[in-house]
DNA sequence: CATGAATGAGTATTCATTCAT
DNA sequence: AATGAATGAATACTCATTCAT
C-alpha cells in the first residue's frame, strides 16, 4: 500500500497548507472579503482542489476555527509559595497563548459574522469561551482547598479577573489589529489579582 | 431666499433619511454584505444622489457611526445618599443607553472592518471608549472628592467595574445578535459594585 | 416628461435586444450550453444590465418562449369552392408560420428541460399545443356545419391530420436542425387531406 | 491463459456498469448536466478507468444509445385471423417496448443535443427510425400479399399509423418525463387502425 | 492496468460607482 | 439638483479531462 500512503501524506500535506492558506487570508481579509481563490493560489493549488477538501468557504472556516480551538490545550495554575505569583503566572500564560495564537483577529471574523451565522458564534461560545471560565473557575477553586483563598464563588472570581485582564489587554487587541502583547501586561494582570486578593485571598 | 431655504430643508431631509437607511441596512446585513442600492432604496433616493451626499459607502458608514458617536451624551453620577445605588444607577444608565442604541451591533460591523480600516477603529476608541472611561473615573472622582470612596486610582476603577460588566453583559451581546439586557443585569452590576466598594469604599 | 420618455423608449430597445440575442443564443446552443455572458455580449450590454431586465437565465428564456407564444396568432380555414384545397392551405399555413418563427428549435430546448423544469413544458403544452389542436377542431366543426364534411369528432380529425402532417414534417425538424420545409410539403399535406375526407368528407 | 479470460471477463464487466451508471445518470440529468463523477461513482470505477473505457463523455454517450438501439429487436405483424387485432397488437407491443426501454427520456436528451451533435441525431433517425418505418411497411406489405389490405403505399400507411399514435402517445410523453403508457392507450391505437382499415382494407 | 487527486477554463450572479439626460 | 440605467470587475463554485504513482 506504498501508493496509499503516499497519496495520503500528500493529500494531507495539502490539506494542512490550505487550512495554513486560508487561516492567513482569512485573518487578514475578513470572511467577506477573503476571496476562495487567493487562499487556492496561496496554499498552491487549484480552486477544484480546495474544493475537493472542503466542501465550501464557510466549512473552511470553520476548519480554521476547529484548528484554533484545538490547539488551546487548557492549562492550570501551578502549586507552590507565592499566590499571587502563581495566579499571576497563570493568567500570563493564557494571555500569551492567546497573542499568539491570533485568537483576538479570528474573534473579530466570527464577531463579524454572527448576524449571518450566529450559531457558529454561539458554538465557539459554548466550546471556547465558557470552558476556559470553567477552566479558571476549578483552578481558583482547587487554590481555596488549599486554604489559599477564601471559600468564594470562584466562577464569579474568573469572571472578575477575566474582565479586568479583557478590558485592558483584550478589548483593544479588538480595535488594533497590530496590537501585541503590551510590556506593562504583567503590571496589568499583578494589579488585577492583588484586587482580587484582597478581596478573597485567605 | 424662501427657495433656497426650501432646497436645504429638502436636501438636508435626504441626507438624514440616508443616514437612518444606511444604519438600518449596516446593522441588518454588516458592513461587506449592506448594498448601497438598498440603502437609496429604503431612503427613497436615487444611487447617485445617495453619492451627492456621501463619497463613497465607506464615507456613509463613518457618518453612521459620527451620528451614533454624538448621540452618546455623556451622563454622569448623580449625588445623594447611598453611594452604592448611585454607582449602580449609573452604571445601568450606561448599559441601557447601548443596548438601545444598538452599540454592540454597531461595534460589531467596526470591529470586522478593523484589518481594512484601521484607523476608523482607532478614531472610534480614542473618541468613544477611552472618553467614557475618562469620563468615569472623573465621576468617581468627585465621589471621592465628596468622601465617599477612599482616595485611589480611579481610571483603574473605571476599568474595574467596565472590565466586569463588560465580561458579563457586553462580551456575549458581541456573539448574539438577539441578546436584550438581561433581567438579573442591575443584579450582575451591584455585585461588582459592592465588590469595588469593599476595596475602595470610604 | 421628456427624460422618461426618452429613457424608457432607451430601456425597451435593450430589452428586446437582449431578448433577440437571447432567443439567438438559446436556438443556437440549447439552454445549459448558452453562456449569459454571450447573450450579454450579443445583445450589447453588460451582463448586469441584462440582470436589470431579466432576474436569471431561466426567467429570460421564459421571456423568450412567452414571445414566441404571443406571436402565435391563431389562423382559420377559409371558406370557399375546393374543401381540399382550403384544408390543404391551412395547414401549410401552420407549417409555414413553425417554421418561419423556428418554433422546431424551441421546442427542442423546451423537450430537453424537461426533467428540470417540467411546469414549463406542461405550462407549453397547455399553452401552446392543446389550443392548437383545438382551433383546429373549431375549423373543421365549421366545415361540417357547412356540410362539406359529415359530423365525426372533430377532434380526433385535428389529432389525425396534425399526426400524419408531424410524422413527415415536424418530427424530422427535431433531429435536423437545419431542415426547412420542403418542396414536396404540399403534397404530402395535400395526401393526408385526401385520406382524411376519403373518411370524412361530405 | 485463464488470468486474461478473467481480465477480460473483469473488464468487460466494468465497461457494462459503466454503461448502465452512464444511461441512469443520463437519463436522470440529462447530457450537459450529468457528471462524469457521478457516472465513475455510480459505476464503482475511477474517472481514469471510465476514460480508459471510453474517450469522452460524448462516446460514452454514443455507447449508450448503441446499445439501446441493439435492444430494439425489431418485431413483425404475428398472421392469424383478424387484421384489425393483428395490427393493434402490433403497434402495442411497439409502444409498449418503447416505454419500457425509457426511449423518450432518450430522444429527449439526442434532441436536446442536435445543435451540437446533429451527426448524431441524423445517425439514429437513419438507424432507428426510417428503419422502424420500413420494417412496419413491409409488415404491412405483407398483409397486402396476404389479401388482407388493398394494394397501396405501404410506406405511407406506416407513417399515417405511425404519425396518430405519436401524435396521442408519444409527443405527450415527450413533454411529461412521468407520463406512462395510458389505459386507454389501446383503444387509441384501435381508432387508428380502423380509420386505417376503412382506407385500406381489403 | 487502475487509481484518486489535480486542474484550468468555465458558470451564473452581484455590486459600488458613474454618466447621459 | 436629481435620476435611473449602465457597467466592469469580482465571486463562489463546477466539471471534463489528465497524470503521477
Redesign the pocket.
Known amino acids: 500500500m506504498?501508493?496509499e500512503n503516499?497519496?495520503r501524506s500528500?493529500?494531507e500535506a495539502?490539506h494542512a497548507s490550505i487550512l495554513k492558506a486560508g487561516r492567513d487570508v482569512f485573518l487578514r481579509d475578513g470572511y467577506s472579503?477573503?476571496?476562495?481563490?487567493?487562499i487556492a493560489r496561496d496554499a498552491?493549488?487549484?480552486?477544484?482542489?480546495l474544493?475537493?477538501?472542503f466542501?465550501?468557504?464557510?466549512e473552511l472556516f470553520d476548519a480554521v476555527l476547529q484548528e484554533a480551538y484545538e490547539a488551546d490545550e487548557s492549562d492550570s495554575i501551578a502549586e507552590g509559595a507565592d499566590t499571587e505569583d502563581l495566579i499571576v503566572a497563570y493568567c500570563m500564560r493564557v494571555l500569551q497563548s492567546q497573542y499568539e495564537r491570533r485568537v483576538h483577529a479570528l474573534l473579530r471574523i466570527i464577531i463579524a459574522e454572527v448576524p449571518k451565522a450566529p450559531q457558529r458564534a454561539r458554538h465557539l461560545y459554548e466550546n471556547f469561551v465558557t470552558p476556559r471560565h470553567v477552566a479558571s473557575a476549578q483552578a481558583l477553586e482547587r487554590l481555596v482547598a488549599l486554604g489559599k483563598l477564601k471559600p468564594h464563588d470562584t466562577y464569579y472570581g474568573a469572571c472578575f479577573l477575566g474582565g479586568v485582564m479583557k478590558e485592558y489587554l483584550v478589548w483593544p487587541a479588538l480595535f488594533d489589529a497590530s496590537m501585541t502583547l503590551p510590556d506593562n501586561a504583567e503590571a496589568i494582570v499583578r494589579q488585577a489579582v492583588r484586587a482580587y486578593l484582597e478581596l478573597y485571598g485567605a
Open positions: 506504498g501508493l503516499y497519496r500528500v493529500s495539502k472579503r477573503a476571496a476562495v481563490s487567493d498552491n493549488v487549484s480552486t477544484a482542489t474544493y475537493k477538501h466542501r465550501s468557504k464557510e
